[in-house]
């Protein structure tokens, strides 16, 4: 969307993000995948005849459970592109949208979690994989990725942040500096609280002066209770503030953002500018050199081996 103000380009970008039911319903394996993908393609139309420019769903969204499972029957990798991202591409084609659909997958040979982004044409214009996956993932085989790239839409540069990524902020440093406009982040949080999850979600937009939209998952009226999984599909603002929240409940949260114009504030020089230029402009990179050092890495990791396995797996977050 574009409309003219005052003699300059606004660029509005309307955003929809889904938050699925966090337990599709059925009994058996089959039933619920197939709920699952009921739900998918109806919250696809509904952002659709929204006239949605972006659509965001949350991790791992092709399967039928949410959180961590040892139920390993229950992880059938969706091919990409196969059945369900055709099915995708034709609902991006016909309601002309972006799509980011992240799922347990494979592509171009490699099992990850995977966010596949669809363009208005319906065709795949790139895939991300998360950059941080768990070690319980990894153990499952999931690959991770080596690469934090920037995707040009029609509509908005974006980066995205897979649910684990969102704890380094390196992450959405990289993404700034790569010209992201809109920072994606689709996770399956829950365990571990409420305000963990805020203050990193809101300081990402802090940091870099870039809005973020989160997607996650819901549950029923009344079913949601603390320590399960956070909902809270929302937009974060420039400024860290919130500024659309859908709560527990399932459904499609729809949010019109002005990328037209930075956050502008009066940082670190002496008159006002736009924070992601003023926080790019005053960086000291000479200084962070630690940061990419693999010998602390392999330090840390040595160390945690040596502490051995921890008693117990814990389930759920991220």
């Known amino acids: ?18 938050q699925l039911p966090a337990f599709p319903a059925g009994k058996t394996f089959r039933e619920r995948q197939a709920h699952n993908t009921r739900a998918i393609m109806s919250m696809l139309r509904t952002a659709g005849e929204r006239r949605s420019d972006i659509v965001l769903f949350g991790e791992y969204a092709n399967l039928s459970h949410r959180t961590w499972s040892d139920n390993r029957k229950e992880y059938v990798a969706e091919p990409v592109p196969g059945p369900l991202t055709r099915a995708i591409g034709t609902l991006a084609r016909r309601y002309r949208m972006n799509v980011a659909f992240p799922l347990f997958g494979t592509w171009r040979g490699e099992l990850s979690s995977h966010v596949v982004l669809f363009d208005r044409k319906g065709n795949i214009a790139g895939c991300y994989q998360k950059s941080h996956p768990t070690e319980p993932e990894q153990r499952a085989g999931i690959r991770p990725g080596r690469d934090i790239p920037v995707f040009a839409l029609d509509c908005a540069r974006i980066g995205i942040m897979t649910c684990m990524d969102i704890e380094y902020p390196e992450v959405a440093q990289v993404l700034m500096l790569r010209g992201a406009e809109i920072l994606l982040f689709p996770h399956v949080q829950g365990s571990w609280g409420e305000v963990d999850w805020e203050i990193r979600y809101r300081a990402r937009s802090v940091d870099t002066g870039l809005y973020s939209v989160s997607a996650c998952y819901g549950y029923a009226e009344g079913e949601w209770m603390p320590g399960k999984m956070i909902g809270r599909t929302s937009v974060v603002g420039r400024d860290g503030l919130v500024i659309a929240d859908m709560g527990r409940s399932i459904g499609v949260l729809t949010t019109d953002l002005d990328i037209s114009s930075g956050r502008v504030t009066q940082f670190f020089f002496d008159r006002a500018l736009p924070r992601t230029l003023a926080v790019t402009a005053s960086r000291r990179p000479e200084l962070y050199g630690d940061l990419a050092d693999t010998s602390f890495t392999a330090r840390a990791a040595r160390a945690v081996r040596e502490a051995g396995a921890p008693p117990g797996r814990k389930r759920g977050g991220q």
């Open 1 to 18: 969307m574009a409309a003219r103000e005052k003699g300059t380009t606004k660029r509005t970008v309307r955003v929809s993000a889904v």
